[in-house]
């Protein structure tokens, strides 16, 4: 019985670390599909917009779940050129799995 349960909780973890490596390849997708015309994605990127923050920036700064309602409301925040997007439930954890991974890693917000 032992064995049968750790076999289960090591299946199931390595389900769910795969299910989230593929939500953050999915959230890199989409902001670079959508965003990176504008948005570095790390602090040290070339500049693309004065106003449009680095991604590793907005996710010390925020935490990434906080920022779920943000996304799922149009993500009408930042530079004032921005466009609105509208992004399902899915897209948002996919966001929100990628912007964890710009974290720095303590896991505290930049006072």
């Known amino acids: 019985m032992r064995i049968t ?3 289960a909780i090591v299946f199931l973890t390595a389900t769910v670390m795969g299910a989230r490596a593929d939500d953050v ?3 890199r997708k989409i902001v670079e599909r959508n965003c990176v015309a504008c948005h570095k ?3 040290g990127d ?3 917009h004065p106003d449009a923050p680095a991604f590793a920036d907005i996710a010390a700064l925020y935490p990434p779940d906080a920022l779920a309602e943000t996304f799922a ?3 009408m925040v930042g530079h004032i050129d921005m466009p609105e997007f509208e992004f399902t439930a899915d897209e948002i954890r996919h966001l929100v799995r990628f912007l964890e991974t710009l974290r720095p890693k303590d896991g505290k917000a930049k006072e």
């Open 46 to 48: 070339p500049a693309r």
């Open 41 to 43: 994605i790390q602090t």
């Open 25 to 27: 390849a999915d959230g």
């Open 5 to 7: 349960t750790a076999l």
């Open 73 to 75: 409301e149009g993500a």
